[in-house]
């Protein structure tokens, strides 16, 4: 069993910057894959970003690249997503989750969920 808990979300400005944590419990592997979703009101939940916690590699989403950044701190188990020049469009609930298969960006691969952030962007 794995928890998630997410944490940073909050009203930011547009143009501004917002820092996502995910910290992660329970049965944690090393081949494990961090990802990033998230679901704007009346949307489906897309994927984001994820994160290897061996090696580090990163995939992102076409729609966020340049702006968005994950990383991984492995001793703390916990999971960063960095979100520069924020733009309304990024008003959403934030969901970090555990997968077993690389760097998927099928949300369907994600077996554990955190409860999510709420993330709102002021213009």
């Known amino acids: 069993q794995v928890q998630l808990v997410e944490s940073g979300g909050g009203v930011v400005q547009a143009g501004g910057s917002l820092k996502l944590s995910c910290a992660a419990s329970?049965?944690?592997?090393?081949?494990?894959?961090m990802g990033w979703f998230r679901q704007a009101p009346g949307k489906e939940r897309e994927f984001v970003a994820a994160i290897s916690w061996i090696g580090g590699s990163t995939y992102y989403a076409d729609s966020v690249k340049g702006r968005f950044t994950v990383s991984r701190d492995n001793a703390k188990f916990t999971v960063y997503l960095q979100i520069d020049s924020v733009k309304p469009e990024d008003t959403a609930v934030y969901y970090c989750?555990?997968?077993?298969?690389?760097?998927?960006?099928?949300?369907?691969?994600?077996?554990?969920w955190g409860q999510g952030t709420q993330v709102t962007v002021s213009s």
């Open positions: 329970g049965r944690i592997f090393n081949s494990y894959v």
């Open positions: 989750a555990v997968s077993a298969k690389f760097l998927s960006p099928n949300l369907l691969d994600y077996a554990y």
